[in-house]
C-alpha cells in the first residue's frame, strides 16, 4: 500500500520551487447497445479520443496523449464505459513516457465502467518509465455480473534500446476491480529509488526489465484457466496464471520489452479468439 499524496507535496523549509505549467487531460468516452452506439464524448487537452472505422461495424477506442508523455504534475485521466450489450475494445494510439521529474508524480488515472452485459476490453500499449520519471498510476473497475472485461497494462523500466539504467525512479501501480460493489482484486505494486538494483532482486522482478499484468472478469473466467497456463508455457520470458472466482489473472515478465510484446501478442491473440469465439486480429495501432 502507499499514501495517496505525492512524494512530494510536503514541501522543503525554505526551498522556492518554480512553478511550471502542467497537464491536466481528460478523455471520456461511452458506448451503448449491441451496436456499441457513442453516448458520451468528451476531451480536455491533451487527451484525445478517436474512433477509426472498423470491418463489420467493430467499434475501436483509440485514447491519445498529443503531449507525447507525462512528467511531473502532471494529470490525466481516461475514463471508458460500455453498457446495454455493447462489445468495444479501446487501446492507447502509442507507448506513454514517463518524463524525467523534479519531485512531483505524474498522475495517470484510467476508469472503466460495465453494465448490462457489456463487453470492454481495455488494451493500451506499453507505458515507458525514464530515468528520474515518477509515475502513480490507478486503475478502477466497476462492472455488474453480467459483463466482461478483459484489461491489462504493461511496464518497460528504462529506454532499453539506448542502454538506459534507473538509478532514481519511482512508480505506483494500483489496481481496483469492483463487481457489483463489491471489491473482488485489489492489487499494489511499487518501485521507489535505485529501481536497477531493485529489480535485481529474486522476490520483485528476478532481473527483469519489463512486466505486464492482464486480467479476465467473466462469470466464465475460470473456464480459461488450463488455456490460458498452456499458452504462457509458451513464453519467451516468465509468465504465470492463477485464478479465483469469476477472475482469471496473468503476469508477464522479460528481460526487455521485445520479449514482453512477443509474449503478450503470442498470447492474446489464441485467447481473445476463445472468448470471443471468432479470430479478433489485435488492435490495429499496434502496429504502427
Known amino acids: 500500500m502507499y499514501a495517496a499524496t505525492s512524494r512530494s507535496e510536503t514541501p522543503v523549509p525554505g526551498q522556492q520551487v518554480q512553478r511550471l505549467q502542467r497537464l491536466q487531460g481528460i478523455a471520456r468516452v461511452g458506448f451503448a447497445g449491441p451496436e456499441s452506439r457513442l453516448t458520451a464524448l468528451y476531451q480536455a487537452n491533451p487527451c484525445r479520443v478517436l474512433l477509426p472505422r472498423r470491418p463489420k461495424g467493430k467499434v475501436e477506442a483509440v485514447l491519445l496523449n498529443t503531449a507525447g508523455g507525462v512528467t511531473d504534475g502532471d494529470q490525466l485521466e481516461y475514463a471508458i464505459a460500455v453498457e446495454r450489450g455493447a462489445r468495444v475494445t479501446a487501446t492507447t494510439q502509442a507507448a506513454e513516457k514517463v518524463y524525467r521529474s523534479r519531485g512531483a508524480d505524474s498522475h495517470v488515472q484510467c476508469r472503466l465502467a460495465l453494465s448490462d452485459g457489456a463487453f470492454l476490453e481495455w488494451l493500451p500499449q506499453e507505458t515507458i518509465l525514464f530515468d528520474g520519471g515518477a509515475l502513480a498510476r490507478q486503475t478502477h473497475v466497476e462492472m455488474d ?18 542502454g538506459e539504467r534507473l538509478n532514481h525512479a519511482a512508480v505506483r501501480d494500483r489496481w481496483r476491480l469492483r463487481r457489483d460493489g463489491r471489491l473482488i482484486w485489489a ?64 503476469r508477464f515478465l522479460a528481460p526487455e520489452g521485445l520479449t514482453l510484446r512477443q509474449d503478450v501478442e503470442a498470447f492474446l491473440l489464441p485467447f481473445r479468439a476463445a472468448i470471443h469465439g471468432r479470430p479478433c486480429p489485435l488492435p490495429r495501432v499496434w502496429a504502427c
Open 187 to 250: 492489487d499494489d505494486f511499487r518501485l521507489q529509488g535505485d529501481i536497477e538494483n531493485l529489480r535485481a532482486r529474486p522476490s520483485l522482478l528476478a532481473g527483469a526489465r519489463a512486466l505486464a499484468t492482464l486480467v479476465y472478469a467473466a462469470t466464465d473466467a475460470g473456464d480459461y484457466l488450463a488455456m490460458a497456463k498452456r499458452l504462457l508455457q509458451k513464453a519467451r520470458g516468465r509468465a504465470g496464471a492463477s485464478e479465483r472466482q469469476g477472475l482469471l489473472i496473468c
Open 145 to 162: 455480473g453480467g459483463s466482461r472485461l478483459l484489461a491489462m497494462d504493461w511496464l518497460l523500466l528504462g529506454r532499453l534500446a539506448s
